[in-house]
């Protein structure tokens, strides 16, 4: 059973989202194909389809001209010239909002300006690279505290063009990797412009941002339903379509890459970005971790010593490890690691130390220190808040677990407090004794959470005996959250301390598969069109009462039915549907009813709430016709 909680929320804006849907593998792989064997057919099939987009617009503005026209010469021909003024005014308006969302603005980067009276070593090097490439010039270099390097094209012009160049640097990139393969990873990234990928990934950029625009100028009138429907469906197909030429585009700059620095530096990069940015998480993780004992902390400076100590070669070659086993998917834009080396046609080289970092060799000691001040006085500007509320958090979670503690000494505490009790045993760093509480927890009542964290907590613990645990999640759950969690953390556990187990390629394999599995489940959860299944369901008098309870907190609540629906993408999984025809006041007012409500059902099953509006009528003639589908008549 599923028991996660769905909320029925406003549509995401048009297009608004890049990612990749799961229906649309196919076509990406057809295209991969296409792709490999004609590339300039692809792309200009790429630039083709993006046209339509504005070819779209493009004809809806004329049409409203054309209506335009149609009502100024009825005007001057006939005699109801006050009549047609409004509906007049109203189409001029909305040809302003639409040529208004045409015009599209990517935001400037942020981050610490280095000149180059600063930094003539980086600045030199960026001449070598640029020289070599054939590229454009860098007009501005940016230090931010992220580990990464992009580089970012800014029109200066709008939809003219007239390209700014923007070449962003994280501070942490360039303490953890020495000079000549920082050298590697700004060849790829000027490789992008190189190649003009810049220019039509900018562009592409801009044909997404317009429908978002439009969506957000338009808001939810008439004009926005002569937009909507059509690119609902044209944005994640666009999304789709134009995937496998960013792919591409990163082969073709770790290309331009390897002839520069030379295959393998270009490969060892590769590799020692993929180790040290798991690191790198790990420095946050632990700084956050300490969030609630330490006043203030200095993380940018601090990560200038933690990157150049020395590091085991076991948590080395763990980490290359995990990253080689990952997977290419429709996901990421960016190969994973184990295809871009495949692409270099090298073996695979070793990572000798670091030595002296690319920030001491291209910034010096001093602009390196100074730079991390400044990103650290950015940085606490941004969290000082939430690092104090942490601390007040965590004092006030170590009196909460003192009480907890006096109270199970006193007579014992309720299994709702017994997880509070074990939660804040974690939280407040007691691990230990946090593994104790799961352990019992799981001996009273082996139920699935108790499994999930017990095992979790085991594998966290290094005990292989995790693995069993979890492994009863995976025996009784082939489908849900449950599985994919259980599955995570066991490949968590493998990485970390068995890289070489043979369990790692066919756990990835079925959390792969659940993973789609699930993503469509929860696809399929949080939208409801014309052709779910619906049927009847029966409520315990208990619940029932409850609903009706409180609905009578909002005296306009009329009418209330609730219905179970079975998925598609898992028939053995379902979803409860409340539909409720309340008054005309606010969407707003109704939040907490509709909370209260998901509060009631949860323990049910997974819960889809929804009130009565003219779009969604279908759903109320629907309800009419279900036999005990209605709860509550006023």
């Not at 009502?71 to 021909?77: C, E, H, P």
């Not at 001093?366 to 942490?390: C, I, M, P, Y």
């Not at 966290?460 to 959250?481: C, K, S």
Request: proline content about 4%.
């Amino acid at each position: 059973m599923v028991k996660s909680i769905s909320v029925a929320q406003q549509p995401p804006a048009w297009g608004a989202s890049a990612e990749i849907e799961d229906r649309y593998r196919p076509m990406v792989a057809e295209l991969e194909n296409l792709a490999a064997r004609h590339p300039a057919q692809y792309r200009g099939r790429v630039f083709r389809r993006a046209l339509l987009g504005y070819g779209y617009i493009a004809l809806v503005i004329a049409a409203i001209l054309i209506l335009v026209a149609g009502i100024v010469l009825f005007m001057v021909f006939g005699h109801f010239t006050l009549l047609v003024a409004k509906p007049l005014l109203f189409l001029f308006i909305g040809v302003f909002y639409i040529l208004r969302a045409l015009w599209v603005k990517i935001p400037a980067p942020e981050g610490q300006r280095v000149s180059p009276q600063e930094a003539p070593a980086l600045f030199a090097m960026l001449a070598d690279v640029r020289r070599h490439v054939k590229g454009p010039k860098i007009e501005t270099v940016l230090v931010t505290g992220d580990f990464n390097a992009s580089i970012v094209q800014i029109p200066r012009f709008g939809i003219f063009g007239g390209y700014r160049n923007i070449l962003i640097l994280g501070l942490p990139l360039l303490t953890a990797l020495p000079r000549d393969e920082v050298m590697a990873v700004i060849a790829h990234e000027y490789g992008h412009l190189a190649g003009a990928h810049g220019k039509m990934s900018a562009w592409i950029y801009r044909v997404r941002m317009t429908w978002l625009q439009l969506s957000q100028s338009l808001g939810k009138g008439w004009l926005s339903r002569i937009f909507q429907k059509f690119f609902n469906w044209y944005g994640p197909w666009f999304s789709a379509y134009s995937f496998v030429l960013a792919r591409d585009n990163e082969y073709e700059a770790d290309r331009a890459s390897a002839d520069l620095a030379g295959v393998g530096v270009t490969a060892r990069a590769l590799m020692r970005v993929a180790v040290e940015a798991q690191r790198h998480d790990g420095f946050w993780n632990t700084l956050f971790e300490r969030s609630g004992n330490e006043a203030q902390v200095f993380p940018h400076a601090a990560m200038a010593s933690y990157f150049v100590q020395p590091v085991a070669p076991a948590v080395t070659e763990g980490a290359l490890k995990a990253a080689l086993t990952d997977k290419t998917d429709i996901h990421d834009t960016h190969p994973c690691l184990a295809d871009r080396l495949k692409a270099l046609d090298i073996p695979l080289p070793d990572l000798p130390p670091v030595g002296i970092s690319g920030a001491m060799a291209l910034l010096g000691g001093e602009l390196s220190a100074h730079l991390a001040a400044q990103l650290d006085a950015g940085w606490w500007n941004k969290v000082g808040g939430f690092w104090t509320e942490r601390r007040e958090e965590a004092a006030a979670q170590h009196v909460e677990l003192a009480e907890l503690e006096a109270k199970a000494a006193d007579g014992g505490l309720t299994e709702e407090e017994t997880w509070t009790y074990q939660s804040l045993l974690e939280s407040c760093g007691a691990a230990d004794r946090a593994l104790e509480v799961a352990r019992q927890r799981y001996a009273d009542e082996p139920s699935e959470m108790a499994r999930l964290v017990y095992g979790r907590l085991l594998l966290q613990a290094d005990n292989a005996e995790g693995l069993v645990v979890l492994g009863q999640v995976m025996d009784d759950m082939d489908f849900g959250q449950p599985r994919l969690v259980a599955l995570d953390h066991c490949l968590d556990y493998l990485r970390r301390t068995h890289a070489d187990d043979p369990r790692i390629a066919v756990w990835q394999a079925e959390f792969d598969k659940a993973l789609v599995h699930y993503r469509a489940m929860q696809a399929e959860l949080e939208h409801l069109d014309e052709n779910c299944r619906l049927e009847t369901v029966v409520l315990d008098e208990e619940t029932v009462s409850a609903i009706r309870n409180r609905a009578a907190h909002a005296t306009d609540i009329r009418t209330i039915w609730v219905a179970r629906r079975s998925l598609r993408s898992e028939p053995r999984a379902g979803q409860y549907v409340l539909l409720f025809d309340a008054g005309t006041r606010d969407e707003n007012e109704y939040q907490g009813f509709v909370q209260d409500i998901l509060e009631i059902l949860r323990q049910h099953e997974n819960t889809f709430v929804i009130r009565h509006a003219r779009a969604n009528d279908w759903l109320k003639r629907r309800m009419e016709k279900i036999e005990g589908a209605q709860i509550l008549k006023r």
